[in-house]
């Protein structure tokens, strides 16, 4: 009796391994892409090099990356993830700029593409007409306001108020219901936030003194709506972080963060900053918002560059208000990947783009350039650097035996130091007009620029196309004519300063001590040094495309002629001067093949080669490729090509 129930346990527990083991081996695939912005190619090989980026190292060695990536004109943030979303280029996806001019309205209005709907469709949405499962989080071009996106679907939501250093006037609290003991006088402050496109509401702080020290020391403080202290107030003490939801309508949960700001012991001496009010857009099955919000809360605000410059904030706290933003994009996305279970994920993170915009110190010409401030601002960018770095490994150690993981950019950057003005120059040259009060004279003016990054669309007013469109077709194609001819030839003062002409020739040994002489950099370095130690002016439209006859950018949204600038310029939307220095740091837009510009490409997982290097690789063949490991055929109008090279046979 006892042996054939031992043979029968022998089996069934040989029967139950192989059924396990069937299941591991047919376990769900997920393919999940991650898009950093502005993330560079050279930077993050160098900070590979230095040992500073661990996971990224770790996904290149046990995976396939693209030496020199490249990706679409112009190269900025929404038609790059839009080509990486389609496969498309602009002239199908019609995102042709970050904001562009619509035909058939005045020639001034502007759209921006993060709040447009792409003109075909992304491949969350593809792979879910083939019934597979999708989730995208802040993802450029899945904005659920624009239509119905992946069946799990997180965005940006609404900016309710902006951040703000508050002042605290203290005095003795009346009327409040708490438990806590307070060795002195509980002391009350009051201030107010007026919500955008609702009433004002009032908030309240309690001052505790805790500690039985026979002293004036207060050390614990309460933020409240209604005196009441209870589990939905934010308590905090000492140097916390406190966080305060707030209602809003439309159903919408928002909130935002606080710290109190000190100089002395006294409650005079208190300030508080708190960052702006802002919301999340999510869409997806019932229940889903309301598991989100219950598990993260609400969606904090990006970053806060204008806390740190006005000095409201240290260095640090600008670094955990934006490392707060990416935990809680990479926590969610781990959450849905674990939870819901989709076949594709799609998330994005901006921290590199912005801090590269703000501090990309590298040319002598830059504003405020010294070796010094070069170095701080290196560090600031080697954070962001690490961030996403933190972030991959996040999901790295998620992945199963199936899984596939896909690390992009849409662009690289490059430092900026003049600020150049195309609509200026329209002005000077009678192609713009103002009216007395200094606007836009749209009745009387022949063409207008609608700029971003190193790129600008020039709008011809033609007639029956405009809104009040004045050109008839023959003067229209004169006019575009003259505007060719006058970007074309246009020049601007150089700055003959020594250091310019040190940068070079330092940058010309270094590269070659190094082994990274390519023919581009020698003959771009001879050229700059020809330009700035010899010539007085230099001409900063690289570009200047008309787009009827290029067939890469036959779309409504271009301009008559799409500009693109040299190294080292930014387009302006003003009219007031043609230069002057860059307000931005960084920059991009400009041709693609720059080396600053180009993208990164990193894949690993389930049937991916390890310690693979592949070379011709664009933002087109992002999706494609996509579509491939999903077991999907990719629509017709995708353009670029599955990469083959990255597989295993």
Same mark, same amino acid.
């Not at 527990?13 to 560079?40: C, P, W, Y």
């Not at 935990?327 to 969610?332: C, E, R």
């Given at each position: 009796?006892?042996?054939?129930?031992?043979?029968?346990?022998?089996?069934?527990?040989?029967?139950?391994?192989?059924?396990?083991?069937?299941?591991?081996?047919?376990?769900?695939?997920?393919?999940?892409?991650?898009?950093?912005?502005?993330?560079?190619?050279?930077?993050?090989?160098?900070?590979?090099?230095?040992?500073?980026?661990?996971?990224?190292?770790?996904?290149?060695?046990?995976?396939?990356?693209?030496?020199?990536?490249? *990706?679409?004109?112009?190269?900025?943030?929404?038609?790059?993830?839009?080509?990486?979303? *389609?496969? @498309?280029?602009?002239?199908?996806?019609?995102?042709?700029?970050?904001?562009?001019?619509?035909?058939?309205?005045?020639?001034?209005?502007?759209?921006?593409?993060?709040?447009?709907?792409?003109?075909?469709?992304?491949?969350?949405?593809?792979?879910?007409?083939?019934?597979?499962?999708?989730?995208?989080?802040?993802?450029?071009?899945?904005?659920?306001?624009?239509?119905?996106?992946?069946?799990?679907?997180?965005?940006?939501?609404?900016?309710?108020?902006?951040?703000?250093?508050?002042?605290?006037?203290?005095?003795?609290?009346?009327?409040?219901?708490?438990?806590?003991?307070?060795?002195?006088?509980?002391?009350? +402050?009051?201030?107010?936030?007026?919500?955008?496109?609702?009433?004002?509401?009032?908030?309240?702080?309690?001052?505790?003194?805790?500690?039985?020290?026979?002293?004036?020391?207060?050390?614990?403080?309460?933020?409240?709506?209604?005196?009441?202290?209870?589990? *939905?107030?934010?308590?905090?003490?000492?140097?916390?972080?406190?966080?305060?939801?707030?209602?809003?309508?439309?159903?919408?949960?928002?909130?935002?963060?606080?710290?109190?700001?000190?100089?002395?012991?006294?409650?005079?001496?208190?300030?508080?900053?708190?960052?702006?009010?802002?919301?999340?857009?999510?869409?997806?099955?019932?229940?889903?918002?309301?598991?989100?919000?219950?598990?993260?809360?609400?969606?904090?605000?990006?970053?806060?560059?204008?806390?740190?410059?006005?000095?409201?904030?240290?260095?640090?706290?600008?670094?955990?208000?934006?490392?707060?933003?990416?935990?809680?994009?990479?926590?969610?996305?781990?959450?849905?990947?674990?939870?819901?279970?989709?076949?594709?994920?799609?998330?994005?993170?901006?921290?590199?783009?912005?801090?590269?915009?703000?501090?990309?110190?590298?040319?002598?010409?830059?504003?405020?350039?010294?070796?010094?401030?070069?170095?701080?601002?290196?560090?600031?960018?080697?954070?962001?650097?690490?961030?996403?770095?933190?972030?991959?490994?996040?999901?790295?150690?998620?992945?199963?035996?199936?899984?596939?993981?896909?690390?992009?950019?849409?662009?690289?950057?490059?430092?900026?130091?003049?600020?150049?003005?195309?609509?200026?120059?329209?002005?000077?040259?009678?192609?713009?007009?103002?009216?007395?009060?200094?606007?836009?004279?749209?009745?009387?003016?022949?063409?207008?620029?609608?700029?971003?990054?190193?790129?600008?669309?020039?709008?011809?007013?033609?007639?029956? /196309?405009?809104?009040?469109?004045?050109?008839?077709?023959?003067?229209?194609?004169? *006019?575009?004519?003259?505007?060719?001819?006058?970007?074309?030839?246009?020049?601007?003062?150089?700055?003959?300063?020594?250091?310019?002409?040190?940068?070079?020739?330092?940058?010309?040994?270094? /590269?070659?001590?190094?082994?990274?002489?390519?023919?581009?950099?020698?003959?771009?370095?001879?050229?700059?040094?020809?330009?700035?130690?010899?010539?007085?002016?230099?001409?900063?439209?690289?570009?200047?495309?008309?787009?009827?006859?290029?067939?890469? +950018?036959?779309?409504?949204?271009?301009?008559?002629?799409?500009?693109?600038?040299?190294?080292?310029?930014?387009?302006?939307?003003?009219?007031?001067?043609?230069?002057?220095?860059?307000?931005?740091?960084?920059?991009?837009?400009?041709?693609?093949?720059?080396? @600053?510009?180009?993208?990164?490409?990193?894949?690993?997982?389930?049937?991916?080669?390890?310690?693979?290097?592949?070379?011709?690789?664009?933002?087109?063949?992002?999706?494609?490729?996509?579509?491939?490991?999903?077991?999907?055929?990719?629509?017709?109008?995708?353009?670029?090509?599955?990469?083959?090279?990255?597989?295993?046979?």
């Amino acid at each position: 009796m006892f042996r054939k129930m031992k043979v029968f346990l022998i089996a069934f527990g040989i029967m139950t391994n192989i059924g396990v083991h069937n299941v591991n081996a047919a376990e769900k695939k997920q393919v999940i892409l991650i898009s950093f912005d502005g993330m560079r190619n050279d930077l993050t090989k160098k900070f590979v090099k230095e040992g500073k980026l661990p996971h990224i190292k770790k996904l290149m060695k046990q995976g396939t990356s693209a030496t020199r990536s490249r *990706t679409i004109t112009p190269s900025l943030t929404a038609p790059s993830h839009a080509a990486i979303a *389609t496969g @498309a280029r602009p002239r199908e996806t019609g995102f042709v700029s970050n904001q562009w001019h619509e035909e058939g309205t005045k020639l001034t209005n502007k759209n921006n593409a993060f709040k447009q709907e792409l003109d075909v469709s992304p491949i969350w949405k593809e792979a879910r007409k083939s019934g597979k499962t999708t989730a995208t989080i802040i993802f450029p071009g899945a904005n659920p306001k624009t239509g119905e996106q992946a069946d799990y679907t997180i965005f940006y939501g609404d900016t309710w108020a902006q951040s703000k250093l508050e002042e605290l006037n203290f005095i003795p609290a009346q009327g409040w219901e708490f438990e806590e003991t307070s060795y002195s006088e509980p002391q009350e +402050a009051k201030f107010n936030i007026d919500l955008e496109k609702m009433d004002e509401t009032s908030y309240h702080m309690l001052a505790i003194d805790s500690t039985d020290d026979h002293r004036l020391n207060y050390d614990s403080f309460v933020l409240s709506t209604d005196k009441v202290v209870d589990e *939905t107030d934010a308590k905090i003490s000492g140097n916390m972080w406190g966080s305060m939801p707030v209602k809003v309508k439309d159903g919408e949960y928002a909130g935002y963060y606080f710290k109190l700001k000190s100089s002395g012991e006294s409650l005079s001496q208190i300030k508080m900053y708190r960052t702006a009010v802002t919301s999340g857009s999510i869409q997806g099955p019932r229940g889903f918002s309301e598991d989100i919000h219950k598990k993260f809360g609400f969606f904090p605000v990006q970053d806060d560059t204008k806390a740190l410059v006005n000095g409201w904030i240290t260095r640090k706290e600008y670094e955990e208000v934006s490392t707060r933003f990416t935990d809680w994009v990479s926590d969610v996305s781990i959450y849905i990947k674990q939870e819901y279970k989709p076949d594709l994920l799609m998330y994005y993170a901006p921290q590199i783009d912005h801090e590269q915009h703000e501090f990309l110190l590298e040319d002598p010409r830059q504003p405020g350039y010294t070796e010094k401030k070069a170095e701080e601002n290196n560090e600031y960018i080697e954070w962001s650097y690490k961030v996403a770095d933190s972030m991959v490994g996040q999901m790295m150690r998620k992945l199963k035996a199936n899984d596939q993981l896909f690390v992009v950019s849409d662009h690289g950057m490059e430092p900026a130091h003049t600020t150049i003005e195309p609509n200026k120059i329209l002005l000077d040259e009678g192609y713009l007009k103002l009216t007395d009060d200094g606007k836009v004279d749209v009745k009387e003016s022949k063409a207008y620029a609608v700029a971003s990054g190193s790129s600008a669309n020039i709008y011809v007013n033609l007639e029956d /196309r405009e809104k009040g469109g004045q050109l008839k077709e023959k003067e229209y194609i004169k *006019t575009k004519s003259e505007l060719i001819k006058l970007f074309k030839d246009y020049e601007v003062p150089v700055s003959k300063e020594k250091e310019t002409v040190e940068f070079y020739v330092d940058e010309l040994f270094d /590269r070659f001590s190094n082994d990274k002489l390519t023919g581009d950099f020698i003959s771009k370095a001879v050229g700059e040094l020809n330009t700035y130690a010899i010539k007085d002016e230099v001409k900063p439209f690289e570009k200047i495309i008309e787009t009827s006859k290029n067939r890469m +950018a036959k779309h409504e949204n271009f301009g008559d002629l799409l500009i693109l600038t040299g190294e080292g310029f930014i387009v302006g939307q003003g009219h007031k001067k043609v230069t002057h220095p860059a307000e931005e740091l960084g920059t991009h837009g400009g041709d693609p093949n720059r080396e @600053a510009l180009r993208p990164v490409f990193f894949a690993m997982g389930s049937g991916i080669k390890k310690g693979n290097l592949i070379h011709s690789v664009t933002n087109l063949d992002v999706a494609p490729t996509l579509y491939h490991c999903l077991a999907i055929k990719a629509p017709k109008f995708v353009e670029g090509q599955n990469l083959k090279g990255i597989f295993q046979k």
